[in-house]
């Protein structure tokens, strides 16, 4: 009987939690408060079908195994960059906003229940985070302006990892402060939990980018790395196991690992599905009674939250901001909790409820009740307060590129730089990355399944350029993201005029443009892309045509890359014209002059250049491969240049080092003297690029004039301005 119990209890949670996921989804609402209604009505107060008690022991175990699983899924999805890009306002919602919440929540809950200091801290640090669980749903529906979109967003995937660790250290400092040597007790934890962390992570870290694990594998060895990070740090000292797990996670989000998307994808699954299974648990092991026990003081203390601790937050965060008094009032009203908050509440409060700690129910029945409140109240009447102070978006107006090569690139920092957001799109994840570096917004998805609804950075999209390589795959997206976007711009490169016939169901499949593109060609040479026209009037299109193809034009505010006819007004112009430069891919400092008596000390120098830059690249390796190349051919060939070349799997793309040595090395092969010494180092993956890139320099360096002005000139700048004339 109770072996069926234990089965019932776990297959109901299990299967509710999931189910409720698809229906919050298909709703496009945050999934916790179906998970926490039905939770309760399932939990043995109703029901009956979920009976966390018969579980044991074991439910302890299997809410400390997911919360860490789920805080190391938080800690892979950490965006270090995110908080170098940040405005000044979600800066000070991040600093001060959440001192401010952590501070003043305390304060409140000292002075209405007076419990002690340290508790009290504890108890508010779990309501700092705000979560994009539950920030996501709520911005897909209402649809607010794009500055309080970013500052919702950002915030919310933002405080996540600084929530969290407030928590935890003040989690640690509780369970220590009731030993003798409490300032020892805590410094252990905190040592153990942070040494097995980062040793965890770097070890994950290494192996992955040794490619020592099957692809097909690398989800089983990161998810059994985990749990073992886990279990080895709460058997050294208790209760260490979540800061160390938290930290390995954040430790591999930080260090941009190999494989990252891959892993994150299938976390992204199993966490969800341990958040459905963790909250029917826990809310069907909710008393009710709790939340009547402590009266009308619980339900101020979440007033004075919401409606005066988040004011004055949002109000000192940004002070001097010049967002208006209506924004401050919105973000003033929205900040609802989610499942991070829920699932560490109602762990600390087992944990600390089972070692006797008085008053432990608390935690749970206060964060629930914040979460139960901002959520019901907050989230939905967001619509009404938001149309109310006029923050809402008649139609959302960003775009989605899909495509993250050097054209789309071009294309969306036009649109970014001009004010309008962009995401982009592609399956390669060299392409994405090299769109991050240069600081757009890029997703490593498929255009054609990916689920919007699971991605925030895609709920202002209006717009949809498709101009993938693949003519045919552009008319499916098109057709796809019709039905998802509605009466929206739907635009696709392929060859060909359109038909009239064709423009009549332009609406379902898109409108063609830049059907006298050759996209492939264009990619795979150097272009110069530049925002050289403004014009008075888009009838002054030919004018911009002399100069370059017309990639995008800006009008009226409005962005087409097919400019409209006949429009009078002003209008803002993005070219491209095919680029004679080589420099594609090099940098003014990769370029140096060299006094050096050999080659080998002048390739050490020229790579010590890019090391800043790429501090992933190993220096000494790439000299070792260079030496080896030159001890079985000679990169000199000949009128005083040295063409050096070699491959790594640290690049997502090809660069170009330039020395000029005085006086000239004598080459040990053939005796020749070297004066210019071109270095190209490229992916391993892309050898056609490869000697693509060696064939133009060669080419470049045969003609005589233009030797002769490389070996005069001085500085830095002036062979760089040569490179770039080509």
Not at 248 to 255: I, S, W
Not at 420 to 446: F, Y
Not at 516 to 540: G, H, P, Y
Not at 707 to 721: G, H, N, Q, V
């Amino acid at each position: 009987m109770i072996s069926h119990q234990i089965l019932t209890t776990f297959v109901a949670a299990s299967v509710l939690g999931v189910v409720l996921f698809l229906l919050a989804q298909r709703m496009k609402i945050s999934a916790i408060m179906l998970l926490l209604i039905v939770g309760i009505l399932a939990g043995p107060q109703f029901l009956g079908l979920v009976r966390p008690d018969s579980l044991g022991a074991g439910l302890n175990t299997i809410i400390s195994l997911s919360v860490a699983l789920i805080l190391f899924e938080g800690g892979l999805t950490l965006d270090a960059k995110g908080y170098r890009q940040v405005s000044s306002e979600i800066w000070g919602v991040l600093t001060k906003g959440v001192i401010i919440t952590w501070g003043l929540s305390a304060l409140a809950i000292k002075l209405f229940f007076g419990f002690d200091l340290s508790f009290c801290l504890l108890s508010a640090s779990l309501i700092i985070v705000t979560g994009p669980t539950v920030i996501g749903p709520l911005l897909q529906r209402i649809r607010v302006k794009k500055r309080l979109h970013n500052i919702l967003y950002w915030e919310g995937v933002l405080i996540d990892p600084i929530g969290v660790f407030i928590a935890l250290l003040c989690y640690e400092w509780i369970l220590s402060s009731g030993e003798p040597k409490a300032y020892l007790n805590f410094l252990y934890r905190f040592l153990i939990g942070s040494a097995l962390g980062i040793s965890f992570g770097m070890l994950i870290y290494h192996v992955l980018k040794k490619n020592w694990i099957p692809e097909e594998k690398l989800n089983f060895f990161v998810l059994a790395s985990a749990m073992l990070n886990f279990a080895i740090a709460d058997s050294l000292l208790s209760e260490s196991g979540l800061l160390s797990v938290t930290i390995a996670g954040f430790l591999l989000g930080y260090k941009d690992t190999p494989q990252l998307n891959r892993i994150i994808e299938y976390k992204v699954e199993l966490k969800d599905f341990l958040i459905g299974l963790l909250f029917m648990l826990l809310a069907a092991n909710l008393v009710l009674e709790k939340f009547l026990a402590y009266g009308m003081e619980l339900v101020a203390l979440v007033a004075i939250v919401m409606l005066v601790i988040r004011p004055i937050n949002i109000f000192l965060s940004t002070w001097g901001s010049p967002i208006t008094l209506k924004d401050k009032l919105f973000l003033s009203w929205i900040a609802p909790r989610g499942i991070v908050a829920a699932s560490m509440s109602s762990l600390f409060a087992f944990h600390l409820g089972s070692i006797g700690f008085k008053n432990a129910e608390f935690l749970e029945t206060f964060t629930y009740a914040v979460i139960a409140g901002t959520v019901i109240f907050q989230g939905f009447s967001a619509k009404s307060v938001g149309k109310l102070l006029g923050v809402l978006e008649p139609r959302p107006r960003g775009w989605l590129i899909i495509g993250a090569h050097k054209l789309a690139r071009a294309a969306a920092k036009f649109i970014q730089d001009n004010g309008e957001s962009v995401v982009l799109l592609d399956t390669n994840p060299r392409e994405a990355k090299v769109a991050k570096r240069e600081g757009l917004t890029a997703l490593c998805e498929n255009a054609m399944t990916i689920d919007p609804s699971q991605h925030v950075e895609l709920y202002a999209i209006g717009n949809l350029l498709s101009i993938t390589e693949n003519e045919d795959l552009n008319h499916l997206i098109c057709q796809r993201w019709q039905k998802i976007l509605g009466k929206s711009k739907l635009y696709y490169w392929g060859y060909g005029k359109t038909s009239a016939s064709e423009q009549a169901v332009s609406v379902k499949r898109g409108k063609a443009v830049w059907t006298d593109f050759d996209i492939k060609s264009i990619i795979a040479e150097n272009v110069r892309q530049d925002t050289l026209i403004t014009c008075v009037s888009t009838n002054q299109l030919p004018e911009a045509e002399k100069v370059g193809q017309v990639l995008l034009c800006k009008f009226n505010g409005n962005f087409y890359p097919a400019p409209p006819e006949s429009a009078e007004g002003e209008a803002l112009f993005l070219t491209l014209r095919p680029s004679n430069s080589i420099l594609d891919f090099s940098k003014e400092t990769w370029i140096t002059f060299s006094s050096e008596n050999t080659l080998e000390e002048v390739y050490r120098n020229m790579l010590m250049q890019i090391k800043t830059d790429f501090p992933d690249l190993d220096p000494s390796k790439l000299l070792e491969n260079l030496l080896k190349r030159e001890s079985e051919f000679s990169s000199s060939i000949g009128h005083g240049i040295s063409l050096p070349h070699t491959y790594t799997k640290e690049l997502d793309e090809s660069i170009l080092l330039l020395a000029k040595v005085d006086p000239p090395i004598i080459c040990p092969h053939d005796d020749a003297e070297v004066s210019l010494v071109f270095m190209i180092i490229s992916p391993e993956d892309r050898p056609e690029e490869h000697l693509s890139h060696i064939s133009k320099i060669a080419k470049f360096v045969m003609k005589e004039e233009t030797r002769e002005a490389l070996l005069a000139s001085k500085t830095r700048r002036e062979l760089f301005r040569l490179l770039q004339e080509g």
